[in-house]
């Protein structure tokens, strides 16, 4: 990956590069945690390539390197992209992010969509397989929606 662009877009990465760190003398960074594919969607991104094929689990994958190196128009662009694309099939995958990251606006999302489609979830294996207090909250939350 380009270090200029990386150091635009990440706080993270600039503060590597700006100051006496490693990163910084040996010009370069290794990331270890996150697969090679995950890399590649971050580069097409700052590259200004489109996105918009990534699988659910892509998709929250980037984001979690987006959140950890601090690159905000990623965070913004992914939270949208996935509660705009919520399906049966993924939206436990969406709200188990939402909810274990504090992201309010995914939230909100989450439960209205649960409040119209919760039929559709509710008896899925994933659903079950949600944490409880995930659950209870987004349950909470989706009959916030119905009563109005």
């Given amino acids: 990956m380009n270090k200029a662009i990386l150091t635009s877009v990440s706080s993270v990465f600039h503060a590597m ?44 994958q980037v984001l979690k390197f987006a959140d950890k190196y601090d ?40 439960a209205r969509y649960f409040s119209m489609y919760g039929e559709g979830v509710f008896l899925t294996s994933a659903f079950a397989d949600l944490e409880p207090t995930i659950m209870a909250s987004l349950v909470k939350a989706a009959v916030g929606f119905k009563s109005k």
């Fill in 17 to 60: 590069f700006s100051h006496d760190m490693k990163e910084a003398r040996t010009d370069s960074v290794k990331v270890t945690d996150f697969d090679v594919k995950t890399i590649e969607n971050v580069n097409y991104f700052c590259l200004g390539i489109e996105l918009d094929d990534l699988t659910t689990n892509e998709s929250i």
């Fill in 71 to 110: 690159i905000k128009g990623l965070q913004t662009y992914l939270e949208s992209f996935l509660v705009e694309n919520i399906t049966a099939d993924n939206f436990c995958d969406i709200v188990n992010y939402a909810w274990t990251h504090s992201r309010d606006f995914m939230k909100t999302k989450c």
